[in-house]
């Protein structure tokens, strides 16, 4: 069976996310359409607005035979982190294309990210504090290829090209240019949003509004909503409780910031204003987001070091029938660890899904939904 | 002048604390009645249903002259050190006389704890998996005295009279018989009610049943009401979030308590559920909610070493003109560290009040009421 892979978040799944997967499917000439996608944490630094098994549960029902969970580890992290991790799992998965939105756009995409992008090297940078790591990479590449690139997307597929040129056996790219608006707008008559507006509609308590943006039904919708605003009592409980020093294991609290989060924390009454009062030009929002989730939920430098150097299974959220007998061929052929339950060995604390459980138990303390040990993996007809 | 010293928690102050106050100033012959009160934290080990400030104010209105805090690290611990701390400060402000309530009783007090108990020595018990340290310790007494000695009151008051055995001058004790109804027990006829009662009415919404029981306006419950109720949820996060071993530098985290926290919390939906899961022979009822406490709050063995070893200030927290007087004349003649607010320098992380200032923010974020930095003392006319 031909695969075509998709690295997602579906937060929350849409119309656009529909379209590219039959697009991809199409164009790809698949059998078989494998996602992988964050699991409760999703790379902008915070919780997904619905769980895992929700947001695997939409894409199932609209055009993914089968959905992969992108691990804690790999999904709270930088984009090139990110593509990185999510590529070497697709391509585990035997995947030969990877599928992924841009905007319609200038770039000649084919050329810039088959021929020009893997062999740009990426330059080490002194610390300047002035600029954002993005930008210093924003103006490294405008130097290279003669124009900026700055859309959270372009980015991702550049890195993507990166992460994928160090397999060994790259996979083909398959760009799939977006449809309807332009990722955070929200226009009035279309039948597409981005992923952004659904959630402030929905956060902001106008589920009806959301209906002809999702190809599903709403009562995917009603379990608890999760934002920031959900976290907060207990980051902000966290920092109140601790000593600065206290906070230097946390994964990424370097150069003075945990005394910029101490500090700052006992001004502050909620996470807008926390995040607007720790911002400083050499740190971007998406890089404190993510500083304040490693510290909502204690994760340290030694947790993402164990995350990522035992050799992780590769967890199944669902599939469907396509989906289930390409993993039957898959467990056939392949030496990739597939598993469709926790165990609990291995969601004890030393356990290779240790950290994975222990993230999802504020998942399952805000929500009251269990999210490893006792939940079924979803099988579509 | 002539001081008489009350170790209290007054949580809340009611009509037999008032009583007390009175009988003790006129056996004690008394210029000025001292009391050290618990600050937010209880010794049962749980949150103040008001703030210490709100309780200075309900004391100073009715016959108490001068109000310390009685710090964190000394108010959060067993009968004995409660006892010892609680004393050490009494001495340190040159009080003459320590008051202190009694049940109605067949004991011979006076006998019991200026003959016999400052010459018992305290045995170190062997570890005893079957029995809690208090019931071992209450056979040791039966042997000694001939009788048991079980109600809190009655070992408190025992735990007195040891700490007072051990101060180079020691204070002369003077026990009063609490009047009105037992410890726990609810008449509702009389004016009299025991703490606990009244928080349970306070905490069931039946603020109006509460006020014959206190002799101050019902205004000084207009703040949160607090209970484990309203620390259940951290302390949920906090094992939620951690690994086991990350728990044993928690203060009195020992013999695998670190495991028993960890496992159960992961079965409890509320604080009650929790305690019942994590109880045995061996621990009683209060050393437990006193370790949940060390760790929702985060209190390691360094910390309370620290506060402990550290030239600790004491703390008025409020006086009436009486009590304005002998602070000034303690001033002039005493060589302790008295003082009225918390500089930015002895609040700081490294600061002799650093951790009071630490496990206050905690009630902070659940009251929204300043307890320290910003915080006048009270002054009554």
């Given at each position: 069976m031909k695969a075509c892979g998709v690295i997602a978040e579906y937060n929350p799944f849409h119309n656009g996310h529909a379209y590219q997967l039959t697009q991809a499917r199409e164009k790809a000439h698949a059998d078989v359409m494998v996602v992988v996608m964050s699991g409760n944490y999703v790379q902008r630094g915070e919780p997904a607005i619905v769980d895992k098994w929700q947001r695997a549960r939409m894409a199932l029902t609209n055009g993914a035979d089968l959905v992969i969970e992108l691990p804690f580890a790999i999904s709270s992290q930088p984009a090139d982190r990110f593509a990185a991790g999510?590529?070497?799992?697709?391509?585990?998965?035997?995947?030969?294309?990877?599928?992924?939105?841009?905007e319609k756009s200038e770039f000649d995409y084919k050329t810039?990210?088959?021929?020009?992008?893997?062999?740009?090297?990426?330059?080490?940078?002194?610390?300047?504090?002035?600029?954002?790591?993005?930008?210093?990479?924003?103006?490294?590449?405008?130097?290279?290829l003669g124009q900026r690139i700055e859309k959270p997307n372009q980015l991702l597929a550049l890195s993507y090209a990166y992460a994928n040129a160090q397999l060994d056996r790259p996979l083909?790219?398959?760009?799939?240019?977006?449809?309807g608006v332009a990722h955070d707008d929200l226009n009035s008559t279309a039948s597409y949003a981005s992923a952004t507006a659904i959630r402030q509609l929905l956060l902001a308590g106008e589920m009806e509004s959301v209906a002809r943006f999702v190809p599903y039904d709403l009562s995917l919708f009603s379990?608890?909503?999760?934002?920031?605003?959900?976290?907060?009592?207990?980051?902000?409980?966290?920092?109140?409780?601790?000593?600065?020093?206290?906070?230097?294991?946390?994964?990424?609290?370097?150069?003075?910031?945990?005394?910029?989060?101490?500090?700052?924390n006992q001004k502050s009454t909620d996470f807008d204003q926390f995040l607007q009062l720790v911002k400083s030009k050499r740190y971007t929002y998406a890089r404190l987001r993510r500083l304040a989730l490693y510290t909502v939920l204690q994760v340290t430098a030694a947790d993402i070091t164990a995350a990522s150097t035992v050799d992780q299974p590769i967890r199944v959220l669902g599939f469907n029938s396509v989906g289930q007998a390409y993993l039957r061929e898959l467990r056939k052929n392949n030496a990739a660890h597939l598993i469709t339950k926790v165990t609990a060995d291995l969601g004890?604390?030393?356990?290779?899904?240790?950290?994975?459980?222990?993230?999802?138990?504020?998942?399952?303390?805000l929500t009251g939904v269990e999210q490893n040990f006792r939940q079924h993996i979803i099988m579509i007809k």
């Amino acid at each position: 069976m031909k695969a075509c892979g998709v690295i997602a978040e579906y937060n929350p799944f849409h119309n656009g996310h529909a379209y590219q997967l039959t697009q991809a499917r199409e164009k790809a000439h698949a059998d078989v359409m494998v996602v992988v996608m964050s699991g409760n944490y999703v790379q902008r630094g915070e919780p997904a607005i619905v769980d895992k098994w929700q947001r695997a549960r939409m894409a199932l029902t609209n055009g993914a035979d089968l959905v992969i969970e992108l691990p804690f580890a790999i999904s709270s992290q930088p984009a090139d982190r990110f593509a990185a991790g999510a590529l070497q799992i697709l391509d585990a998965l035997n995947c030969q294309t990877l599928a992924f939105g841009v905007e319609k756009s200038e770039f000649d995409y084919k050329t810039l990210l088959n021929e020009i992008a893997p062999k740009l090297k990426r330059p080490q940078f002194t610390v300047n504090y002035t600029k954002t790591y993005a930008t210093q990479w924003n103006d490294f590449l405008e130097e290279k290829l003669g124009q900026r690139i700055e859309k959270p997307n372009q980015l991702l597929a550049l890195s993507y090209a990166y992460a994928n040129a160090q397999l060994d056996r790259p996979l083909e790219l398959l760009p799939i240019t977006r449809i309807g608006v332009a990722h955070d707008d929200l226009n009035s008559t279309a039948s597409y949003a981005s992923a952004t507006a659904i959630r402030q509609l929905l956060l902001a308590g106008e589920m009806e509004s959301v209906a002809r943006f999702v190809p599903y039904d709403l009562s995917l919708f009603s379990d608890k909503l999760l934002s920031w605003q959900d976290l907060w009592p207990y980051l902000h409980y966290a920092l109140n409780v601790s000593w600065p020093q206290e906070l230097t294991p946390i994964y990424q609290m370097s150069e003075g910031l945990e005394y910029r989060f101490w500090q700052q924390n006992q001004k502050s009454t909620d996470f807008d204003q926390f995040l607007q009062l720790v911002k400083s030009k050499r740190y971007t929002y998406a890089r404190l987001r993510r500083l304040a989730l490693y510290t909502v939920l204690q994760v340290t430098a030694a947790d993402i070091t164990a995350a990522s150097t035992v050799d992780q299974p590769i967890r199944v959220l669902g599939f469907n029938s396509v989906g289930q007998a390409y993993l039957r061929e898959l467990r056939k052929n392949n030496a990739a660890h597939l598993i469709t339950k926790v165990t609990a060995d291995l969601g004890k604390p030393s356990g290779s899904l240790g950290l994975q459980v222990r993230v999802d138990r504020l998942i399952e303390q805000l929500t009251g939904v269990e999210q490893n040990f006792r939940q079924h993996i979803i099988m579509i007809k």
